[in-house]
């Protein structure tokens, strides 16, 4: 993880490539995120070769907006490993999990707006754009400020997964 979130073409939407310092700290969140509620970031490893390729699953958000306190699904995989359908599937394989596990009624995902790999993933999946808003954590950043939120509300939309699709 530590050489995936030091990776610059990685965390290009991301203000700045994290120290290893910062992904172990992070790594022990989660950690203590799953312990807490159950879910995380969960790592994902490539099953025919078993390597490691990065994230994906929820994270708790609670940062000052109209939206939050929420539940987050995100991803961030290694660029050996885009373009496969593993950003996709692993996050429907987690809205699963949320809807029938953990039983979470909504969840969301946001993204700058210039993000269009993690935006098209979010419409894949079957999550709805709700709103466009200026991201507190990197409103100072002209470049990624400006965000949009996606979300699943399975209350409304039971059926979610027929209208998946990789």
Known sequence: MIKIS?????MNFSPAVATPEQTTIFTRKLQDLFE??????????????????GFIGFYFQDYESEFTPAVDIGWRLHPDFWGKGYATGGAKACLDYGKDTLKLKKVISTAPQINKPSINVMKKIGMKKKLEFIHPKVKDNERLRNC???EIDFQKNPNFDKSYKI
């Open 148 to 150: 949009v939120c996606y």
């Open 36 to 53: 807490e509620k159950g879910y995380c970031y969960f790592a994902v490893d490539e099953l025919e070769t078993g390597k490691f390729i």
């Open 6 to 10: 030091g990776n610059e073409e990685v």
